[in-house]
């Protein structure tokens, strides 16, 4: 396996608090967030029922789901509503004001 960076967005392109929903290499997507001054990214999914976290916003270091309200920490993934449940979290580094977000993917 190997880490590989790929640059999702212009720092621009994502408001403060609110989740964007963007392509991350060949078939796949994140959700981009600035909060408290920090970037995170997450997956773009709730695995509660699927429903896409864009617009979703983040409070207190949580990302809040709008379809039922899971709360899941912006860190760790982990799910604060019910156990069981949680998302992925990705690295997130800044360039230029590009902003780039690293997976693992086999070789």
């Not at 392109?13 to 995170?40: I, M, N, Q």
């Not at 604060?80 to 800044?94: H, K, R």
Request: negative net charge; hydrophobic residues 35%.
């Amino acid at each position: 396996m190997r880490k590989v960076r790929y640059e999702v967005a212009h720092v621009d392109d994502v408001l403060p608090d609110v989740g964007r929903v963007v392509p991350l290499g060949p078939g796949g997507e994140c959700t981009l967030f600035y909060h408290a001054g920090k970037w995170s990214a997450v997956g773009s999914l709730c695995p509660h029922q699927n429903a896409s976290l864009d617009g979703a916003p983040a409070h207190g270091g949580y990302v809040t789901c709008r379809r039922h309200g899971y709360r899941f920490d912006l860190k760790s993934g982990d799910c604060a509503t019910l156990g069981g449940y949680g998302i992925p979290v990705f690295d997130v580094s800044i360039e230029a004001d590009k902003v780039y977000v690293s997976v693992w993917e086999f070789d």
